[in-house]
């Protein structure tokens, strides 16, 4: 039989599968799909921008007066008001619904990753186990289960758009200007994608919507509330809203949190180019935009089963080890990407990249969200709303340039963060070897050596239960 925080943890994954198999499916297509004026990755830097505000100080109030579960929830809500805004795609409705979802990712996310952190450091109490081990198998079973979302989401695109009748044959001049080419080719070139019928795209929409809200009514129903005395205990005991709001930034105080900035901003960097950059230029550009949904699901699938791997096998061979090896595969498919010119004839090279991405990817989000969430269990929602406000910005600096930088350039940059991350990311991973930081339960109970260890944690499982 199954623990309750177990439990939990599937319901938290179930209800984010559905919410992203919607958004992920959108943001796989701005580029392409709302191509005109740039609009499309205008609106994606807005929702990112307001990520990075909502994180400075949303996380913190919302979760605290309503709770890891309902702060969920109201998130998942932002998220589905964008899909509405893409029923009728203009610069009236795009932009208002991103600024919205922006306003709820970052509770959203904070409180996904609080729940974890709390659940498992639970869990670790009640087994007597370390809290960091069970922490990367939540983390792990959540992103195998959540990263499946690009699957879902990118082949309910492929198999609505596949009945439009007006696809466009891709001419050998614009081949010519796929890839990282010359920069004038890059950016002067018309491509001639077609858009899909209004009446597909409304399909397609009005299915996304439907999963969102799935996804609300499976957390509000199935998900427990685990940290309701908690909240509780908050809104009695009111702080002041100016200690509230600098929470976030009081935690930049933590000399780990700054050397972590790096590494994270990467990971928006990272993602932002697969979705953004590698969708446009290489599989539309070359392919044809029906083509999007089902190079994504690749990533999407190895992300999946990757994300379940390395969350188990990370108390083996340690994170350093799994997050130096997602480096050099970065590193490898950068280089490659410079080089490699899309054609048609080379169908199978399409699925290579994000398949490797998405591995390397699975690493970077599992590995540093369970970082996170070890480092700072003591200021976990200002801890992850640092996490979601830095790679936001990462988002947004990519989405940014990303109408006027040719892609060789993009290309250049997101190299150059992946080295400024593998030179600052070891000295926090050093620090924490030779100084580990306390779970709360060690910090509350400090062992004398492991058989006190043990001891002390069926105390605590013992006053649990009375």
């Known amino acids: ?42 609106s ?33 809500a932002c998220y589905v008001s964008y899909s509405f805004g893409n029923l009728y795609p203009g610069w009236y409705t795009l932009i208002p619904t991103s600024a919205v979802l922006g306003l709820g990712g970052a509770p959203l996310w904070s409180a996904k990753c609080t729940y974890l952190t709390i659940a498992g450091n639970a869990q670790a109490a009640k087994d007597g186990n370390k809290g960091s081990d069970v922490i990367n198998q939540y983390f792990g079973i959540f992103f195998f289960i959540f990263q499946s979302s690009a699957v879902w989401g990118n082949l309910m695109s492929s198999l609505i758009f596949r009945q439009d009748s007006n696809i466009a044959i891709i001419p050998e001049e614009q081949l010519l200007a796929c890839g990282a080419v010359d920069c004038s080719l890059n950016l002067n070139m018309n491509t001639t994608s077609t858009r899909p019928a209004q009446e597909l795209v409304w399909t397609l929409v009005g299915c996304y919507i439907g999963v969102g809200v799935l996804a609300m009514i499976i957390v509000a129903v199935f998900l427990d509330n685990i940290d309701r005395e908690q909240s509780s205990h908050f809104r009695e005991n009111r702080e002041p809203f100016s200690k509230t709001f600098l929470a976030t ?55 999946s089963v990757c994300s379940f791997l390395f969350g188990r096998l990370a108390q083996y061979t340690g994170r350093a080890a799994l997050l130096f090896f997602a480096a050099l595969a970065n590193f490898s498919c950068i280089i490659a990407l410079l080089f490699w010119r899309p054609h048609p004839d080379q169908l199978w090279v399409f699925f290579v990249f994000p398949a490797l991405w998405g591995m390397a990817d699975a690493i970077w989000q599992t ?25 936001s910005l990462g988002f947004v600096i990519a989405f940014a340039y990303s109408t006027f930088l040719c892609l060789e350039t993009k290309l250049y940059i997101l190299l150059s963060f992946l080295m400024l991350t593998v030179i600052t990311y070891p000295i926090v991973e050093y620090h924490e070897r030779k100084h580990p930081t306390p779970s709360i339960q060690e910090a509350e109970h400090p062992p004398h050596n492991k058989e006190d260890f043990h001891k002390d944690q069926g105390k605590i499982v013992a006053q649990t239960k009375l």
């Open 1 to 42: 039989m199954i623990s309750r925080n177990f439990k939990n943890v599937l319901v938290v994954s179930i209800g984010f599968l559905s919410l992203f198999t919607a958004y992920g499916g959108l943001q796989s297509l701005q580029s392409s799909l709302n191509a005109e004026q740039g609009m499309g990755v205008a």
């Open 367 to 391: 590995q540093t969200n369970a970082l996170y969430g070890i480092l700072f269990s003591r200021h976990k929602e200002a801890a992850f709303a640092n996490y979601r406000m830095w790679e």
């Open 249 to 303: 930034f009081r935690l930049l105080k933590d000399w780990r949190l700054l050397t972590l900035i790096p590494l994270t901003m990467y990971s928006g960097f990272e993602q932002s180019f697969l979705s953004g950059e590698y969708t446009k230029n290489y599989v539309t550009c070359a392919l044809g935009i029906h083509s999007v949904g089902y190079v994504m699901m690749c990533f999407g699938a190895t992300n």
């Open 44 to 76: 994606l830097s807005v929702i990112y921008a307001s990520i990075i505000i909502s994180s400075m100080f949303l996380p913190h109030i919302m979760i605290k007066n309503l709770g890891c579960k309902w702060t969920v929830v109201a998130g998942m």
